[in-house]
C-alpha cells in the first residue's frame, strides 16, 4: 500500500495478540471457547457497581468527572497499600502505589523505563504472551528460565550473570501463572528470590490471579522477601470487573518518580471516576465476601474440567489440575501440533490457545492452553469432548473429526 508514513523500528516489532486474533473467531454462533482468559462474566457485581456509580454521581461528581492526581485516587492507594500487607506481606506504603490503567499498562511501564535495545530480561518457560507483547517494543533480549511445575529453577537464575550478564529484571508470576496454572511453593520462593538477590537481578511480581486459590490460600509474596529489589503489580480485572481496567504498581521508592512519569506521559492518569466507583464499591470489605463465591464457582469448573480431561482427551496428553487461577496447561501426545489442528477445531466448534505464543524461544508446539471460567460444567463437558474427537482424528489419520 502507498502510504507517506515511516514507521519506527519498534513498530515492526509489534505483532497482534494471538489470543485476541482466536477470539474473533469465536465469536461464529454456537462455538465453545475455552480460548480466552476472559473472567465469567456472571461474576460481576453489577448492582453494587451501580449503586456506587450513583453514590460517586452524587456526593463528588465534579471530582469524579474532572482530572486527576497521575498518582491515583488517593484512598484507593491506601486501600492497596494495606491490603498487599495484610493479605501477602509487601510492607509498602501508599506513596509506593502507582494506580495504573490495568496491570497491562503497569507492564508497558515497566518495559519503558527498565528495557533496552539488546538489554537482557529474563522470563519464565512458558510465560505470559501479554508480558511479552508489552516488553518487545523496547527490544529487550529475552532469555528464558528454565522451570518445571513450580516456576523457574533457582539454578537458572544463579546462571544469569554468565548466560545473559546485565539482566535488567526477571519477570515472574508464582500464583497459578498464565498459561501453565502453575504455582510456586514457600521453598521455591525463598530459593528464588535468594538466588535473585545473590546475582542482584530485582523481580517484576505479577499477581493477577493470586486471589483466586481454591483450597489453600496464597503465599507470602516474592516482594515481601526482597522489597527494594521487586515491583508488584496488582489487578482489579480478576475479582472485580476487566470493564473499569484497573491495576497497580507497587514499587520501591528508587524507581516509582519514572514510573510516575512515563505513566504521566502515556495517559496523563487512569480515568477517577473508575477509581472512586471502584473503590466505592470495595472500601467496607465487599472482596472479603464477594471473591469467596468466585472461587466456588472456579472450583467447581476446574473439577469439572479435570474429569472431563481425564475421560475424553486420548492418552499421551499431560497435564496438571491447578489449585487456583483459570486455566489448564496440555501437553499433546507426540506428533500433534496444537496451532495446526487450531482450524480443525474451530470448524468443530471448540477453541483453544495454542501453546507456542507463550514462549520467548523454542516454542512447544504440542503445547495448549485451556480456560475453565466462562463456559458451565455442563459445556465444559461437551467442549472437552469434542476437543478430545478432534485430537483422536488426529492421531487415527483422519482429516476431520467426526460428528
Same mark, same amino acid.
Given at each position: 500500500?502507498?502510504?507517506?508514513?515511516? +514507521?519506527?523500528?519498534?513498530?515492526?516489532?509489534?505483532?497482534?495478540?494471538?489470543?485476541?486474533?482466536?477470539?474473533? &473467531?469465536?465469536?461464529?454462533?454456537?462455538?465453545?471457547?475455552?480460548?480466552?482468559?476472559?473472567?465469567?462474566?456472571?461474576?460481576?457485581?453489577?448492582?453494587?457497581?451501580?449503586?456506587?456509580?450513583?453514590?460517586? +454521581?452524587?456526593?463528588?461528581?465534579?471530582?469524579?468527572?474532572?482530572?486527576?492526581?497521575?498518582?491515583?485516587?488517593?484512598?484507593?492507594?491506601?486501600? !492497596?497499600?494495606?491490603?498487599?500487607?495484610?493479605?501477602?506481606?509487601?510492607?509498602?506504603?501508599?506513596?509506593?502505589?502507582? &494506580?495504573?490503567?490495568?496491570?497491562?499498562? /503497569?507492564?508497558?511501564?515497566?518495559?519503558?523505563?527498565?528495557?533496552?535495545?539488546?538489554?537482557?530480561?529474563? &522470563?519464565?518457560?512458558?510465560?505470559?504472551?501479554?508480558?511479552?507483547?508489552?516488553?518487545?517494543?523496547?527490544?529487550?533480549?529475552?532469555?528464558?528460565?528454565?522451570? $518445571?511445575?513450580?516456576?523457574?529453577?533457582?539454578? %537458572?537464575?544463579? !546462571?544469569?550473570?554468565?548466560?545473559?550478564?546485565?539482566?535488567?529484571?526477571?519477570?515472574?508470576?508464582?500464583?497459578?501463572?498464565?498459561?501453565?496454572?502453575?504455582?510456586?511453593?514457600?521453598?521455591?520462593?525463598?530459593?528464588?528470590?535468594?538466588?535473585?538477590?545473590? &546475582?542482584?537481578?530485582? #523481580?517484576?511480581?505479577?499477581?493477577?490471579?493470586?486471589?483466586?486459590?481454591?483450597?489453600?490460600?496464597?503465599?507470602?509474596?516474592?516482594?515481601?522477601?526482597?522489597?527494594?529489589?521487586?515491583?508488584?503489580?496488582?489487578?482489579?480485572?480478576? =475479582?472485580?470487573?476487566?470493564?473499569?481496567?484497573?491495576?497497580?504498581?507497587?514499587?520501591?521508592? !528508587?524507581?516509582?518518580?519514572?514510573? +510516575?512519569?512515563?505513566?504521566?506521559?502515556?495517559?496523563? @492518569?487512569?480515568?477517577?471516576?473508575?477509581?472512586?466507583?471502584? @473503590?466505592?464499591?470495595?472500601?467496607?470489605?465487599?472482596?472479603?465476601?464477594?471473591?469467596?463465591? =468466585?472461587?466456588?464457582?472456579?472450583?467447581?469448573?476446574?473439577?469439572?474440567?479435570?474429569? !472431563?480431561?481425564?475421560?475424553?482427551?486420548?492418552? /499421551?496428553?499431560?497435564?496438571?489440575?491447578?489449585? /487456583?487461577?483459570?486455566?489448564?496447561?496440555?501437553?499433546?501426545?507426540?506428533?500433534?501440533?496444537?496451532?495446526?489442528?487450531?482450524?480443525?477445531?474451530?470448524?468443530?466448534?471448540?477453541?483453544?490457545?495454542?501453546?507456542? %505464543?507463550?514462549?520467548?524461544?523454542?516454542? $512447544?508446539?504440542?503445547?495448549?492452553?485451556?480456560?475453565?471460567?466462562?463456559?458451565?460444567?455442563?459445556?465444559? @463437558?461437551?467442549?472437552?469432548?469434542?476437543? /478430545?474427537? #478432534?485430537?483422536?482424528?488426529? +492421531?487415527?489419520?483422519?482429516?476431520?473429526?467426526?460428528?
Amino acid at each position: 500500500m502507498n502510504t507517506p508514513w515511516t +514507521l519506527a523500528n519498534r513498530a515492526a516489532r509489534m505483532n497482534p495478540s494471538i489470543i485476541r486474533e482466536i477470539l474473533k &473467531v469465536t465469536e461464529k454462533p454456537g462455538i465453545l471457547s475455552m480460548a480466552g482468559g476472559l473472567p465469567s462474566a456472571d461474576t460481576f457485581p453489577v448492582e453494587e457497581i451501580k449503586a456506587a456509580c450513583e453514590r460517586v +454521581l452524587t456526593d463528588s461528581p465534579r471530582e469524579a468527572l474532572q482530572y486527576a492526581a497521575s498518582e491515583g485516587f488517593a484512598p484507593l492507594r491506601e486501600w !492497596a497499600a494495606a491490603r498487599v500487607k495484610r493479605e501477602i506481606g509487601i510492607d509498602a506504603t501508599p506513596d509506593q502505589v502507582l &494506580v495504573t490503567s490495568g496491570s497491562q499498562q /503497569g507492564l508497558d511501564l515497566v518495559g519503558k523505563i527498565l528495557c533496552d535495545a539488546g538489554a537482557p530480561v529474563a &522470563v519464565e518457560t512458558p510465560t505470559y504472551l501479554g508480558a511479552l507483547q508489552a516488553f518487545t517494543p523496547y527490544e529487550p533480549l529475552f532469555t528464558s528460565l528454565d522451570s $518445571d511445575l513450580e516456576g523457574p529453577r533457582p539454578e %537458572a537464575i544463579r !546462571a544469569l550473570p554468565t548466560q545473559a550478564p546485565g539482566t535488567r529484571f526477571m519477570y515472574l508470576l508464582p500464583n497459578y501463572q498464565n498459561p501453565t496454572g502453575r504455582v510456586m511453593s514457600n521453598a521455591r520462593r525463598d530459593a528464588v528470590m535468594e538466588a535473585a538477590r545473590a &546475582v542482584n537481578v530485582p #523481580v517484576v511480581e505479577d499477581n493477577p490471579y493470586g486471589d483466586l486459590w481454591f483450597d489453600e490460600s496464597p503465599l507470602p509474596a516474592l516482594g515481601s522477601r526482597w522489597a527494594e529489589g521487586s515491583i508488584y503489580l496488582g489487578s482489579f480485572s480478576k =475479582i472485580l470487573t476487566p470493564g473499569f481496567r484497573l491495576g497497580y504498581v507497587i514499587a520501591p521508592k !528508587a524507581l516509582y518518580p519514572k514510573l +510516575l512519569q512515563a505513566k504521566q506521559a502515556a495517559d496523563l @492518569h487512569t480515568p477517577g471516576f473508575n477509581q472512586r466507583v471502584v @473503590h466505592e464499591v470495595i472500601k467496607d470489605g465487599f472482596l472479603d465476601r464477594h471473591i469467596p463465591t =468466585i472461587r466456588a464457582r472456579y472450583k467447581a469448573n476446574r473439577d469439572a474440567m479435570a474429569e !472431563a480431561l481425564r475421560v475424553h482427551l486420548p492418552e /499421551g496428553c499431560d497435564w496438571q489440575s491447578p489449585k /487456583g487461577g483459570m486455566f489448564f496447561w496440555i501437553r499433546l501426545p507426540e506428533g500433534l501440533d496444537a496451532m495446526a489442528l487450531l482450524p480443525t477445531a474451530v470448524e468443530a466448534n471448540i477453541a483453544y490457545v495454542p501453546g507456542a %505464543a507463550f514462549y520467548a524461544a523454542n516454542p $512447544d508446539p504440542r503445547a495448549l492452553r485451556l480456560s475453565f471460567v466462562t463456559l458451565t460444567p455442563e459445556k465444559i @463437558h461437551e467442549g472437552v469432548a469434542i476437543l /478430545g474427537r #478432534v485430537l483422536n482424528d488426529a +492421531l487415527n489419520g483422519s482429516h476431520a473429526p467426526t460428528p
